[in-house]
C-alpha cells in the first residue's frame, strides 16, 4: 500500500539520485575538458621552450663560429708577424757577419799600417785590442739577439692572449 508518504519518499529519492547522477557527469564532463585545455597548454609552452632552447642553441653557435673565425685570424696575424720577424733576424744576421769581417779586416789593417820594427810592439797591441772588441762585439750580439727573440716571442704570444680573451668577454657579454 502506498501512502502519499512513501510517494513522497520515492519521488524525492528519484529527483536526489537524478540530480546526482546530473552532477557527477557535469564533473565528470568539466574534469575531461579541463584536462584536454591544461594538456593544450602545456602542449603549447613545451613548444615555446623547444623554440627558444632551439634559438638560443643557434645563437650560441653563431657566436661560437665568429670565436673560431677570430682565433683563426689571430693565428694567421701571429703567423705573419713571426715570418717578418724571422726575415728581420736573418736581415740582421747578415749584416752582423759583415761588420765582424769589416771589424777583422780593419783590426788586420791596423797591423800592417806600420813596417818599422819600433812600432811592430804598439802596432801588435792596437791589432790585438781590435781582435778583442770584435770578439766582445759578436758576443754581446749574440747575446742581445737571444733577448730579442726572447722577448719578441712572449710580446706576440701575450698581445694575443689578450686579444683572445677581450673578444671572449664580449662575445659573453652579449
Same mark, same amino acid.
Given at each position: 500500500?502506498?501512502?502519499?508518504?512513501?510517494?513522497?519518499?520515492?519521488?524525492?529519492?528519484?529527483?536526489?539520485? /537524478?540530480? +546526482?547522477?546530473?552532477?557527477?557527469?557535469?564533473?565528470?564532463? !568539466?574534469?575531461? /575538458? !579541463?584536462?584536454?585545455?591544461?594538456?593544450?597548454?602545456?602542449?603549447?609552452?613545451?613548444?615555446?621552450?623547444?623554440?627558444?632552447?632551439?634559438?638560443?642553441?643557434?645563437?650560441?653557435?653563431?657566436?661560437?663560429?665568429?670565436?673560431?673565425?677570430?682565433?683563426?685570424?689571430?693565428?694567421?696575424?701571429?703567423?705573419?708577424?713571426?715570418?717578418?720577424?724571422?726575415?728581420?733576424?736573418?736581415?740582421?744576421?747578415?749584416?752582423?757577419?759583415?761588420?765582424?769581417?769589416?771589424?777583422? +779586416?780593419?783590426?788586420?789593417?791596423?797591423?800592417?799600417?806600420?813596417?818599422?820594427?819600433?812600432?811592430? !810592439?804598439?802596432?801588435?797591441?792596437?791589432?790585438?785590442?781590435?781582435?778583442?772588441?770584435?770578439?766582445?762585439?759578436?758576443?754581446?750580439?749574440?747575446?742581445?739577439?737571444?733577448?730579442?727573440?726572447?722577448?719578441?716571442?712572449?710580446?706576440?704570444?701575450?698581445?694575443?692572449?689578450?686579444?683572445?680573451?677581450?673578444?671572449?668577454?664580449?662575445?659573453?657579454?652579449?
Amino acid at each position: 500500500m502506498w501512502t502519499p508518504l512513501a510517494s513522497r519518499l520515492i519521488a524525492t529519492t528519484a529527483i536526489s539520485i /537524478s540530480l +546526482a547522477a546530473g552532477a557527477l557527469y557535469a564533473y565528470s564532463s !568539466g574534469k575531461r /575538458s !579541463g584536462t584536454i585545455a591544461t594538456q593544450a597548454q602545456w602542449n603549447i609552452e613545451r613548444l615555446a621552450q623547444q623554440t627558444a632552447r632551439a634559438n638560443q642553441e643557434a645563437k650560441n653557435r653563431e657566436i661560437e663560429q665568429e670565436l673560431s673565425d677570430a682565433v683563426e685570424i689571430h693565428a694567421q696575424e701571429i703567423a705573419t708577424a713571426n715570418a717578418a720577424r724571422t726575415a728581420d733576424r736573418a736581415a740582421g744576421a747578415v749584416v752582423a757577419v759583415r761588420l765582424r769581417d769589416a771589424a777583422r +779586416a780593419t783590426a788586420e789593417l791596423a797591423g800592417q799600417i806600420r813596417a818599422d820594427a819600433t812600432a811592430a !810592439g804598439v802596432r801588435e797591441a792596437a791589432a790585438d785590442a781590435a781582435r778583442v772588441l770584435a770578439d766582445l762585439r759578436d758576443e754581446s750580439d749574440a747575446r742581445s739577439g737571444i733577448l730579442a727573440r726572447s722577448l719578441d716571442g712572449a710580446h706576440f704570444a701575450g698581445a694575443a692572449c689578450q686579444r683572445r680573451y677581450a673578444e671572449v668577454r664580449e662575445a659573453l657579454a652579449r
